[in-house]
């Protein structure tokens, strides 16, 4: 035997590292996981380049005026240095606000701002979060941008680009990939996933389809029921809402290795995907009907007790 | 499963129902605002969030259906975000600011404020010894952008004109000055609190050349005998403005004490307490370089009495000090106790 990785047991630690619980006042645990370094990256470049874009907007449209015959020296770039001031500042800041901590790409991305103890994400904190990209971003682009322009020393970029390394790369020295600005702002970054709500699978997908027809329904032992635990299950629930091209190979495929490994008798199921489907609920039946006696089997590498359930 | 009884299975068609409509408020509240729904739907939601919550917790110990406890616990997310979310008028949200937060921050953090006033004036005490001295110090602490043609150079009677402005070069418009140097105070002054987290030793390096710079403009002015028609430009708007950079800089040394000396909390929850109050002050100091923009570019322009300028200078500086003194007191009183 190989020394592979439980599936189970990954999945279940991968779990534990980037989630975290925020208890509403109704006393209810809410899981949260953490969004992903790689999530916050590009939901931050779409942001830059709205921001981009803006300013590339903006310029055009005094580039017309002035073409328009408008005289544009004074209070257009006064206004003109007033947006700018606006965008880069308050950019982030506004949206947030508006949107309860979600920026036009944090929404793109479907991950939002919370605060870190489960409160209300209060202005204060928004402010604070985003002040920081001062010194984050701006700060050392412009002494990057001065040390190309003004030719000053090796040293100075040097500096700059320790000093920006240090600031951006920062979460990913800790684990729950705070930002300097979320750290000020006591925030954490989180992922908001829309899941709809799909049909029960104990349902029987194919049995209201083929009304009438004379598939024959399945039953098994509860010896052949107690052979896989509740991450088997969900495999299971996943393969059965599988759609498109391979899919009905899958589920054959699937059929075929629960035969062997539960010790089918008789010959191979005529309906593999109305075999897996009865055998689903039966299992979730046992397995919940087991949960609700206070054992709660992760998956078939359990004993066969299985743990008392998580409060 | 006919025959199987699935508790779990029973339980989500009783409860779907419910779930839908909450989704389907969500789903028009978020994507339309808290306007999109009736006054009726609004007093259900929260009802309706308090349900699915319930659900979660039950569904978490009876239902092994993981796209059922995915759904659950995502749209309890979102009825959570929304019921629990930051709300309430954005009127009120500033004039709270003003009336409370600004002012008390800047109370708590008066120790740290008067060590940068203290540096700052430090700044300005070796900038002017320095100028006055020796002339060629100025283009050491003085960029060119901001003399704005008023070096040593210049005849008495040009740096005259520049705090009178007669008009000229650069500064011609009202507007564009006065949003210039709104624009770039602010950003200094946000800089200086953001700084902070590098254990507020760049603010003092950036506290410290400010002092410099107003330092040596007034040995420069004062070496021509127009020291009295300088400080009375500068006070104008100087007493607003150095001011409000002052508590920028506060606020960057108390955000770096709260890392460097996070006593008795982890680093983590005191940087994250006084990181909130800190920002509020960079906040508001940012307003008032708004108000100091005014003035400037107004009162250059249309107060030319150096008396007056005195006045309107002191009658500011008095101001925020009543201001930072008194404004949100009430509330503080347990603590003052």
Redesign the interface.
């Known amino acids: 035997m190989s020394v592979a990785v439980e599936p189970s047991q990954t999945a279940a630690k991968g779990r534990a590292k980037d989630a975290r619980d ?1 208890v ?3 006393g ?1 645990p ?3 996981e953490l969004a992903s370094r790689s999530d916050r990256a590009t939901a931050f470049i779409i942001d830059v380049v709205i921001m981009a874009v803006t300013v590339i907007i903006l310029a055009i449209a005094f580039i017309f005026l002035a073409f328009g015959g408008l005289d544009i ?3 257009a ?3 003109g ?2 947006l ?2 606006a965008l880069r ?1 308050f950019y982030f800041t506004f949206f947030e ?1 508006r949107w ?2 979600m920026t036009p790409g944090k929404r793109a991305l479907r991950i ?1 701002v ?1 605060d ?1 103890n489960g ?10 979060r985003n ?6 971003l701006f ?1 050392p682009l412009s002494l990057v941008a001065s040390a190309g322009s003004m030719g000053q020393s090796n040293w100075s970029v040097l500096f700059a680009l320790v000093w920006a390394g240090i600031f951006a790369l920062m979460p990913l020295f800790n684990k729950d990939h705070m930002r ?1 600005g979320d ?4 925030t954490w970054v989180i992922k ?7 049909a ?5 997908k194919t049995r209201a389809l083929s009304a009438g027809a004379p598939a024959p ?1 399945y039953s098994f032992t509860r010896e052949q029921l107690e052979i896989y635990g ?1 991450y088997e ?2 495999t299971l ?2 393969v059965l ?1 599988q759609t498109g091209t391979g899919a009905h190979d899958t589920q054959l495929e699937v059929c075929n290795r629960i035969c062997r490994k539960i010790g089918w008798q008789g010959e191979q199921p005529a309906y593999p995907v109305r075999f897996l489907e ?1 055998f689903y ?2 299992l ?2 046992h ?2 009907n087991r ?2 006696f206070g054992e709660r089997r992760e998956s078939k590498h359990d004993a066969k007790g299985g743990q008392p ?1 998580q409060p | 499963m006919a025959d199987v009884k699935l508790k779990s299975y029973e339980f989500r068609r009783e409860r779907e129902e419910s779930w839908r409509e909450l989704e389907q408020l969500l789903q028009r509240a978020e994507s339309r605002g808290l306007k999109a729904l009736t006054p009726a739907e609004l007093f259900r939601l929260p009802n309706l969030y308090r349900a699915t919550v319930s659900s979660l917790s039950v569904a978490r110990s009876i239902s092994l259906d993981r796209n059922l406890l995915l759904y659950l616990e995502s749209l309890a997310a979102r009825g959570y975000f929304f019921v629990y979310g930051a709300r309430g008028s954005f009127a009120v949200g500033i004039a709270r600011f003003f009336t409370l937060q600004f002012p008390q921050a800047v109370r708590s953090a008066a120790w740290h404020i008067l060590a940068a006033a203290f540096v700052m004036a430090a700044g300005a005490a070796v900038g002017y010894l320095l100028t006055i001295g020796n002339m060629d110090w100025f283009y050491s602490f003085i960029g060119d952008a901001m003399a704005g043609g008023r070096t040593p150079v210049s005849s008495t009677e040009s740096l005259r004109a520049a705090l009178y402005d007669d008009g000229g070069g650069f500064v011609e418009s009202l507007y564009l000055f006065a949003s210039f140097l709104f624009t770039h105070n602010s950003q200094i002054g946000m800089l200086a609190f953001a700084l902070g987290f590098a254990l507020g030793l760049p603010v003092v390096v950036l506290m410290f050349y400010n002092g410099l710079a107003i330092g040596s403009f007034s040995a420069l002015y004062i070496s021509r005998g127009l020291g009295v028609e300088f400080l009375g430009w500068l006070s104008i708007h100087g007493t607003t403005e150095l001011l409000a950079v002052t508590l920028c800089g506060g606020a960057g040394f108390w955000l770096g004490g709260a890392f460097a000396f996070p006593g008795r909390q982890g680093r983590l929850d005191s940087l994250a307490q006084t990181g909130r109050r800190a920002g509020m002050i960079a906040i508001g100091a940012v307003a008032m370089l708004f108000v100091a923009a005014i003035l400037e570019g107004f009162g250059r322009q249309l107060i030319q009495d150096t008396g007056l300028r005195y006045m309107i200078g002191a009658a500011a500086l008095i101001m925020w000090f009543a201001y930072f003194g008194l404004a949100g007191r009430e509330r503080n009183h347990e603590r003052r106790r």
């Open positions: 925020v509403t006042p109704e209810v809410l899981h949260f020296s004074g209070w770039i006064g206004v240095l007033l700018f001031f500042n606000l309860h901590g939002r919370i870190r409160g209300r994400l209060r202005p204060e904190a928004i402010f604070a002040l920081m990209r001062e010194v984050e700060l300097v750290i000020v702002g006591s908001a996933p829309k899941t709809a709500l799909q029960d699978m104990a349902e029987g329904s509740i299950l969900q629930e996943a809402r009865d609920a039966a979730r039946a397995l919940e949960m609700q359930p």
